[in-house]
């Protein structure tokens, strides 16, 4: 199948590399540049474990083709971390128990963050619904909740001292 | 406090050791994409398998057709099952004493049965190569229903059994009967319900379920030709056990073999089985010689790697009128699909069933279990659960609530009447099990106290009088009592290897310190926890032991992680490996010290001369001295190997209390209060013990309310993806209260019992308690799961309560 050039931003760093048409993000992120965060779960739309941020948005990466991700800013999981110092939401999810194999971990991360942008305080229920694309085995998702709420609290302390 | 005492609790408090809610060691990297999955290996010169599966549920294969597969660009080969006759590799055995086809031999037994694989250089050409592959069939009458499957007329399901008129587990009674199990005494039972006041039976389905985690299965095979080594990356909870599988059936020296559990994305029971595509992927590295990857997808995983239950059960309660349990007979049919593929220790093919009394004292009991074979995937594996012990809970809990709806006996205090006594313990249970300890009316107190009971019940008596609520209350309650940590070797074995465990301890010079086991963490947090059982036993800060295991070159042989049995086995191999150090550290301190070993105390982190706070050699100077100069008589080096064969099981319990709100106009079914009360004895992480629990209730929650796999007549999976089969979001599950009591083991080196698994156990029947409650003024005594809106709707229909 012929390839097509596409450009994209990875975690700040840029990529030109030439993909199949049918080459999925998922496989695109994992296979090409060997960033391994985010997982596969279903293929379908449904887990999440393979959500990344697309241009300020949290998609499931399993239903995205690398060529529709020409011009692109993504962030994974390996972005998330700045200077070597965890972001709030991996602080939150280690300080809360908030994972167990691990598995959904990344996706839940990454998706997190860009709730706490969409809603910096959110409540439980809303943390539940915001959650919602992201399916866990493992916890439960009380403590998965217990970790976003640490990352709110962190995040608007930090915005309050910095303001 | 003192000053020494201040010192010593800081000192206790430095190791973070048994009780301490330390952090996860594990979540570092798992935070950061750092974990290591099986699907994250690569190899140079990987090249990846896809499989061929069948559309149809019983056919004939007539002929495959490769040769427009081989086309094209990328696909290396496709292999069936005459490609792997001449290895010996088309059949393979399994843990139940059966065989299970690796690629369909000649004909298909399931809907998505592996029929056969293609090799190619990436997985989207692999992908392209099963989609060209053109198989022809013939397709057979298929047999869904176990009932069905056992009339005389029946289709012939296994042609390759003609004529095998006993199996592994004793006479077949019929072409498609597997074994008949029984456990108990038949005469006493039945004794017992012929005097009986009172009889109460039910006819009770617990559907197939999948446990499906959320990594699927999958794995990277790498054959080296030259050194004749085979290296396997897999999804497994059982890697030793792995390789001596895979030793038998390739010839290969198990010296030669070397299986990985790298991280593993959850497992609740379905990393336990070695399924076709593993085979085939190492297969296809030992004739390639190249390494080879297979992962499946989600569609496959619930399709044909292993379902757990599908039992179909007939139970019965005899009593007096005023409600002490005198008899209990339980009869099952038992679909087990098309292959016998059960992961149960080898002398009980219904695993441990017989648990069925539950936290009864029940003086007379039987049970009888059927495996039968169906055009279904195999399987039969403990799904967060220890070997049938979900279903055995989930019968008595039923039969207790029936019989005590029956006498209008109210569900707490029949089973109050009933428990086992604190002081019976050890008990010896009418299946011939010796519970080691329990104290189960102090449980059931402090949950009726925590929920206040009589106010709900109060409650509830006030929504039912009024014809205008717009919801029907339920409350549920289970006590329930698990067996795990199988097991006494004297009873428990696969493949004939006895199911102990293991643990090596080598401390360094340093006094850091390796621990190796043979278990295999899914997302227990095994790094955290046995490390925390080393720095209580030898002093060392749990913060340097390092924990390895899934290894099978350098972890000692363990048979896995299941059933509940990492920390009633594997922890106690630790206590007793850091048992053997903690002895030889003495000698060695008692000659730095120059004193008998009978004038030192252990305290913390030191031995010291008793009375004499200030002469003391921490277990950092012991170590020190045994690399750099132990004294006369004394073998260099500070490490130690432990095998543990359990004497007994260990027997966690706990009670559980639910309270739901049903929709009358939609069905729908809300969890208002759900209190879980675990007694696992010692407990070493209260962290990851309530995390444990909130993932096993959460996964009861998705089994009791929605989970099922149902098929059509032809044998069609109706619900292979997650839009059909229902995985709990944030947004339904509910928040779950815990709490606890502790009954040591009396037999275990801790005491500690095992917990991941008992809110799987205990949160099911309490949910079906709780929603069958809600109708309970109707008369209604059961129906089955799962109850999801639609068919608690129904319910709601039937009797005249929807709105
Ligand atoms: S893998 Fe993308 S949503 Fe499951
Ligand atoms: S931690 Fe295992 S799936 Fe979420």
């Known amino acids: 199948m012929a390839k097509k050039l596409i450009h994209v931003t990875v975690n700040g760093q840029s990529h030109e590399v030439a993909v199949e048409p049918r080459l999925l993000l998922i496989h695109f992120l994992r296979e090409q540049l060997n960033l391994t965060g985010a997982h596969i779960g279903c293929e379908t739309s449904h887990c999440g474990a393979c959500t990344v941020d697309l241009d300020g948005q949290s998609v499931k990466s399993c239903t ?100 | 406090m003192d000053t020494h005492d201040s010192s010593l609790a800081e000192r206790k408090a430095g190791l973070a050791g048994m009780g301490d809610s330390r952090l996860r060691k594990e979540d570092a990297r798992f935070i950061q994409g750092k974990g290591n999955y099986v699907d994250d290996i690569k190899m140079p010169g990987m090249v990846h398998m896809d499989i061929v599966r069948s559309p149809v549920a019983h ?63 990436d997985r989207y050409a692999a992908a392209d190569g099963v989609e060209a592959v053109q198989v022809d069939y013939e397709e057979l009458p298929v047999v869904i229903d176990p009932f069905d499957a056992l009339k005389p007329n029946a289709p012939v399901l296994r042609e390759d059994l003609a004529g095998k008129t006993s199996g592994a587990h004793g006479a077949r009674e019929h072409h498609n009967h597997i074994f008949t199990w029984n456990a108990g005494d038949k005469e006493a039972a039945d004794a017992a319900f012929a005097k009986a006041e009172i009889k109460v039976r039910e006819n009770i389905l617990y559907p197939r379920v999948h446990p499906c985690p959320l990594e699927t299965c999958g794995c990277v095979a790498s054959f080296d030709k030259i050194k004749g080594e085979l290296t396997t990356y897999m999804t497994s909870q059982a890697p030793h056990v792995v390789r001596t599988v895979v030793s038998l059936l390739s010839g290969i020296a198990e010296s030669k073999i070397r299986i990985v559990s790298p991280d593993i994305g959850g497992g609740f029971g379905n990393k336990v089985g070695v399924y076709p595509g593993y085979v085939c992927a190492i297969a296809a590295s030992i004739v390639l010689g190249i390494p080879v990857k297979w992962v499946e997808d989600r569609i496959e995983n619930i399709s044909s790697t292993a379902f757990a239950r599908d039992y179909h059960m007939d139970g019965e309660l005899a009593a007096t009128k005023d409600g002490k349990i005198t008899g209990l007979r339980v009869n099952v049919v038992a679909d087990h699909g098309a292959f016998d593929a059960c992961a149960d220790p080898t002398k009980y093919p219904a695993g441990m069933f017989h648990i069925c009394s539950g936290s009864y004292d029940i003086p007379a009991a039987f049970c009888s279990v059927k495996g039968v074979y169906t055009n279904k995937a195999p399987g039969g594996v403990a799904y967060r659960c220890s070997f049938r012990v979900t279903e055995a809970v989930y019968i008595i809990e039923r039969l207790v609530d029936i019989l005590a709806q029956k006498l209008g006996m109210d569900k707490a205090e029949i089973r109050a009447k009933n428990f086992i006594k604190k002081e019976q313990f050890p008990y010896h249970s009418p299946f011939g099990f010796e519970y080691d300890s329990g104290d189960y009316h102090t449980a059931l107190n402090k949950v009726m106290a925590a929920m206040d009971y009589k106010a709900l019940r109060a409650e509830q008596a006030a929504k039912r009088a009024d014809p205008n609520s717009p919801s029907l209350m339920g409350i549920g309650l289970v006590s329930f009592t698990e067996v795990v940590g199988a097991g006494p070797s004297k009873m428990c074995d696969i493949l004939g290897v006895g199911m102990f465990d293991s643990c090596e301890i080598r401390i360094h010079p340093t006094g850091s310190a390796i621990a190796r086991m043979g278990t295999i963490t899914q997302g227990q947090g095994h790094q955290t926890t046995y490390a925390q059982i080393i720095a209580t036993e030898l002093g060392i800060p749990s913060e340097v032991i390092q924990v390895e295991e899934g290894d099978t070159s350098t972890a000692p042989y363990g048979l896995g992680t299941y059933g509940s049995r990492s920390t009633p086995v594997a922890g106690a191999a630790i206590a007793l490996a850091a048992r053997k150090i903690h002895a030889k550290a003495k000698k060695i301190a008692a000659h730095m010290l120059e004193v008998n070993e009978g004038d030192l105390d252990w305290e913390v982190d030191r031995f010291k001369v008793k009375g004499q706070d200030s002469k003391f050699k921490t277990m950092k100077d012991i170590a020190w001295q045994a690399y750099h100069q132990p004294p006369a008589g004394i073998e260099p080096g500070l490490e130690a190997v432990h095998y543990y064969d359990p004497p007994n099981f260990t027997y966690p319990f706990g009670i559980y209390m639910c309270v739901v709100d049903i929709d009358r106009g939609t069905g729908e079914t809300k969890i208002r209060r759900f209190y879980a009360l675990d007694d696992c004895g010692t407990r070493i992480n209260p962290m990851i013990i309530e995390g444990q629990i909130h993932g096993g209730l959460t996964e009861g929650y998705a089994v009791a309310m929605g989970q099922q796999m149902p098929f059509d007549a032809q044998g069609n999976l109706l619900g292979n993806t997650l839009m059909d089969y229902f995985l709990p979001t944030a947004v339904e599950t509910p928040h779950w209260e815990t709490d606890h009591t502790v009954t040591p083991s009396p037999h275990h080196p801790i005491g500690a019992k095992g917990v991941a698994e008992s809110p799987h156990v205990g949160s099911i029947p309490t949910f079906t308690s709780a929603v069958v409650d809600a109708f309970a003024h109707k008369g209604v005594t059961h129906f089955n799961m799962p109850h999801s809106s639609y068919r608690v709707w129904k319910e709601l229909k039937k009797h005249g309560l929807a709105l």
């Open chain 1, 64 to 163: 995205h083709l690398a060529v529709q991700c020409d011009g692109s800013s993504i962030t994974t999981v390996e972005g998330l971390a700045q200077n070597g110092v965890l972001h709030a939401v991996q602080e939150g999810f280690y300080q809360e128990h908030g994972l167990q194999c691990g598995f959904c971990t990344p996706g839940m991360l990454v998706r997190a963050q860009r709730l706490l942008q969409e809603n910096p305080n959110p409540t439980e229920d809303e943390i539940r619904q915001g959650m919602s694309g992201n399916l866990c085995r493992c916890t439960g998702y009380q403590n998965i909740v217990k970790a976003v709420q640490y990352a709110a609290k962190k995040l608007s302390q930090a915005a309050a001292a910095a303001a």
């Open chain 2, 59 to 121: 056919a004939r294969i007539k002929k495959i057709h490769k040769e427009a597969a081989l086309k094209i660009p990328g696909v290396l080969a496709v292999l069936t099952a005459d490609d792997l006759k001449p290895f010996k590799l088309h059949w393979m055995p399994t843990l139940a004493g059966d065989v299970a086809a690796v690629l369909a031999d000649e004909k298909v037994h399931f809907q998505m049965q592996e029929v056969a694989v293609v090799i190619a250089t």
